[in-house]
Nanobody
């Protein structure tokens, strides 16, 4: 079992930056694949980024070059640094994880989810 707790959301103006954090319980954090997803009102949950246990990263085209995913195994925490934010980035952001993730972009590939943190970007 893994429990995830996100933090760092808030209100920011377009062009600004935010850093989201996701703290994971358990002693096997370094073995996990960690993902970030987001869901805007009336829309499906969509993939944002993921980082594997070996550190390899993957990004959605919509955030590539603006967002950076990273992790600190000593702190059992994954981060999402978001820069050059746009109003269309407004959503609830969720952290997700599992040990075996075949298709990183599919929410169904992850069995463990955080409660979400709201990010609002004003124009």
């Amino acid at each position: 079992q893994v429990q995830l707790v996100e933090s760092g959301g808030g209100l920011v103006q377009a062009g600004g930056s935010l850093r989201l954090s996701c703290a994971a319980s358990g002693r096997t954090f370094s073995s996990l694949t960690m993902g970030w997803f987001r869901q805007a009102p009336g829309k499906e949950r969509e993939f944002v980024a993921r980082i594997r246990d070996n550190g390899s990263t993957l990004y959605a085209d919509s955030v590539k070059g603006r967002f950076t995913i990273s992790k600190d195994n000593a702190k059992n925490t994954v981060y999402l640094q978001m820069s050059s934010l746009k109003p269309e980035d407004t959503a609830v952001y969720y952290c997700a994880t599992d040990w075996t993730v075949r298709d990183s972009r599919r929410p169904a590939s992850y069995n463990y989810w955080g409660q979400g943190t709201q990010v609002t970007v004003s124009s």
